[in-house]
């Protein structure tokens, strides 16, 4: 069975930092992309971050590039979004999620349940 578990998010002022960790079980991690998405209320849901099953290609949102790194740990399971310089308006649910071919579209096969992110100003 497919799980994907977000965890660290949180309310932080504007300025800090969080740190997101998504641990994933029951496919073969190291074979797929794994993405960050984030829905904020009333809003669709967008992308902000992924990358490629070893690492080596890696995309950013324009909104969060320079702020935002995006990392995993293959013998771990698990992919990271190290948020710094956070804004009120990243404000949202994070969702971490799972595609075999890299994308940066709502096209991943495998989604977390989410993790709030609420940042004060």
């Known amino acids: 069975q497919v799980q994907l578990v977000e965890s660290g998010g949180g309310l932080v002022q504007a300025g800090g930092s969080l740190r997101l960790s998504c641990g994933a079980a029951g496919f073969d991690f190291n074979r797929y992309a794994m993405g960050w998405f984030r829905q904020a209320p009333g809003k669709e849901r967008e992308f902000v971050a992924t990358?490629?099953?070893?690492?080596?290609?890696?995309k950013y949102a324009d909104s969060v590039k320079g702020r935002f790194t995006i990392s995993r740990d293959n013998a771990k399971n698990t992919v990271y979004l190290q948020m710094n310089s956070l804004k009120p308006e990243d404000t949202a649910v994070y969702y971490c999620?799972?595609?075999?071919?890299?994308?940066?579209?709502?096209?991943?096969?495998?989604w977390g349940q989410g993790t709030q992110v609420t940042v004060s100003s």
């Open positions: 999620a799972a595609a075999q071919i890299l994308t940066l579209r709502n096209e991943y096969g495998y």
């Open positions: 990358i490629s099953g070893v690492g080596i290609t890696i």
